[in-house]
C-alpha cells in the first residue's frame, strides 16, 4: 500500500484497507487530468453512507473533474476510486454498468432532455435500467418530483420552468433509480441566494427522509456551512487536497489557505 497522506480529520492508515459498512467509495491514491494536465493528484479519501460531503476549492481547481472519475466517466491517471470495494475502472460491462446504477449524478449544466416532459425526463433512466412497468414508472416519477416541491410538474416542459425549477426537477431525475449516494456539480450555480438556499434545504431532507449520501461539489461558504457534514479542499496552486474534516473544525483550525477559502465574504 502507497503512503497515504494525512489530511485534517480522516482516520488513522491502519484503519483505511478495510472497507467498513459505512464506506460506499474508497478514493486511493487518486490523480485526474482536464485534457493533458493533470489538476489533482495524491487524493485519498472516502464517501461515507448517509454523509453530505463538499468538494470545494477556487473555480479551475478540478472539482468537476474529479467528479467525472467519482462516476467512472473518465480514467484516472494514477490510483483507484472503489465503489463498494470494486474498481470502477476495472472489470466487465455488466459489472461496471451495475455499480454505476447504484449512484445518482447531477452535472453542472444540469440539463433536462428538453424535447421531454418532466416525467418522461425522470421516467427514461427506469425504461432503460429497470423491468419496471409503465404505472409504475409513473407512480414512481410523481413522488420523485413530489420531493423535490415539483408535485403535479409531471406533465410540464423543462422550457415552461424557471432556473431553480429545472435544477429541482435535474434533481429529481438523478434520483429516479433510487441512489444511496448523488453526485451534485454546483447546484446552486445560477440560481438566486434564496433558490440556492432551498435547493440546500432540498439536499438535506433527502439525506433525512432517503439516507441518501450527497457528494456536493461547490465553491459557496454558506452551501458548505448549511449542509456539509465534511468538506474536502482541493487546493489549486499544490495540486492535491489539503483539508478533509468538518467545515467548522476547517474554518477555525484547518490550513490557512481552507480558512481564507471559507472566511470569503465575496464567492468568486
Ligand atoms: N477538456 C479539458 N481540456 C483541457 N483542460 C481542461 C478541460 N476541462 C477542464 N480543463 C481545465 O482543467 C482545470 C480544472 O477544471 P474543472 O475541473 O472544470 O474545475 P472546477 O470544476 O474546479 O472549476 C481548469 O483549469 C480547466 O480550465
Ligand atoms: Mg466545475
Known amino acids: 500500500m502507497q503512503t497515504p497522506q494525512l489530511p485534517l480529520g480522516e482516520p488513522a492508515p491502519q484503519t483505511r484497507s478495510t472497507l467498513g459498512p459505512d464506506v460506499l467509495v474508497q478514493v486511493r491514491g487518486l490523480a485526474v487530468a482536464a485534457g493533458n494536465l493533470v489538476v489533482q493528484s495524491g487524493l485519498e479519501f472516502d464517501i461515507r453512507a448517509g454523509e453530505v460531503l463538499a ?107 424557471s432556473g431553480g425549477m429545472r435544477k429541482r426537477a435535474a434533481l429529481a431525475r438523478a434520483l429516479a433509480l433510487d441512489p444511496e449516494l448523488l453526485y451534485l456539480d454546483e447546484p446552486g450555480s445560477g440560481l438566486d ?38 468538506a474536502l479542499y482541493l487546493d489549486p496552486l499544490a495540486h492535491t487536497m489539503t483539508a478533509l474534516g468538518p467545515p467548522r473544525d476547517l474554518l477555525s483550525h484547518g490550513p490557512a489557505e481552507v480558512r481564507a477559502f471559507l472566511q470569503r465574504g465575496v464567492v468568486a
Open 55 to 161: 468538494v470545494m476549492g477556487p473555480s479551475g481547481c478540478g472539482k468537476s473533474t474529479l467528479v467525472r472519475h467519482l462516476v467512472g466517466l473518465e480514467r484516472p491517471v494514477a490510483g483507484q476510486v472503489l465503489y463498494a470495494g470494486h474498481d470502477l475502472h476495472r472489470g466487465d460491462a455488466a459489472e461496471l454498468a451495475a455499480l454505476r446504477r447504484r449512484f445518482g449524478v447531477m452535472f453542472q449544466a444540469g440539463a433536462l432532455w428538453s424535447s421531454m416532459s418532466l416525467g418522461e425526463n425522470i421516467m427514461f433512466p427506469m425504461r432503460l435500467f429497470t423491468r419496471l412497468g409503465s404505472a409504475e414508472r409513473r407512480r414512481r416519477a410523481r413522488f420523485k418530483l413530489a420531493l423535490v416541491g415539483l408535485d403535479g410538474g409531471f406533465d410540464l416542459m423543462p422550457a415552461q420552468l
Open 193 to 230: 441566494p434564496l433558490n440556492a438556499a432551498r435547493l440546500d434545504e432540498l439536499v438535506l431532507n433527502l439525506r433525512h427522509h432517503l439516507g441518501t449520501a450527497v457528494v456536493m461539489v461547490t465553491h459557496e461558504n454558506a452551501s458548505i456551512m448549511a449542509v456539509a457534514d465534511r
